[in-house]
């Protein structure tokens, strides 16, 4: 009964380097949310996603960010020409229905450094 | 974008007292959400109200939805070192599916 598997779960990148995250959706459910969390901040919603659609991309930066959720494989979250500021934690959510009543279930974060 | 305020941002408690933390819109609510996020852990859905006045409770925890659909609480009767963590609401409107969250309030528990 795997919940949502998030990978890595810690990566430290270097400024101007590329950073993947990945996130396998809980089994059963195709609808993945991305969020960013600050140290001591809520979570920031960035990207709504179901296979092979970006549904709402609304708080997602237009530059360096973008995200995936190809028919096979995990959804991808890829952020180009890290800079510092993108140091946070990034969860990803899955749901199995579209609705504002479904509940979303939380993978356990990749904790990217920029260094 | 919808705005939901979560206070207080820090309680500090001794173990067994009780804790409440709040939230409020400005805007008429479809549902709220309650998550628990231990430190360095992830967001753990707790709860879903969804009806006007709701009350659901799991065992020391209460949950309220207010009778408007704007606010919500959430109280711990007797807290344990074992509540440690910060506890968000998430909440949707309209015909949104995104929830936006309140910042969250972070809970300490002195043995």
């Known amino acids: 009964n795997a919940g949502v598997m998030q990978n890595p779960r810690h990566l430290v990148r270097r400024r101007g380097q590329e950073a993947r995250l990945r996130c396998s959706p809980m089994?059963?459910?195709?609808?993945v949310y991305w969020y960013r969390q600050l140290p001591e901040e809520g979570l920031k919603f960035m990207v709504y996603?179901?296979?092979?659609?970006?549904?709402?991309e609304s708080g997602m930066p237009k530059e360096r960010f973008s995200a995936e959720f190809p028919k096979e494989g995990p959804s991808i979250l890829r952020i180009q020409q890290v800079v510092r500021g993108d140091s946070a934690a990034y969860f990803c959510?899955?749901?199995?229905?579209?609705?504002?009543?479904?509940?979303?279930?939380f993978g356990p974060g990749t904790r990217l450094t920029v260094l | 974008g919808q705005q939901v305020m979560q206070i207080p941002q820090y309680q500090h408690v001794q173990e067994g007292e009780d804790f409440t933390t709040y939230c409020n819109s400005s805007?008429?609510?479809?549902?709220i959400q309650w998550y628990k996020q231990r430190p360095g852990g992830h967001p753990v859905f707790l709860i879903q109200?969804?009806?006007?006045?709701e009350v659901k409770k799991q065992k020391r925890l209460t949950f309220q939805f207010g009778e408007a659909k704007k606010n919500s609480s959430l109280h711990i009767t007797a807290t344990q070192t074992t509540d440690v963590g910060t506890y968000f609401c998430?909440?949707?409107?309209?015909?949104?599916?995104?929830?936006?969250f309140g910042r969250g309030t972070s809970l300490i528990v002195h043995p």
């Open positions: 959510a899955s749901s199995g229905d579209e609705g504002s009543t479904d509940t979303q279930y």
């Open positions: 089994k059963g459910h195709s609808h």
């Open positions: 805007t008429t609510l479809s549902n």
């Open positions: 998430a909440a949707t409107s309209g015909g949104s599916y995104i929830p936006t």
């Open positions: 109200l969804v009806k006007s006045g």
């Open positions: 996603l179901q296979k092979e659609n970006i549904i709402d």
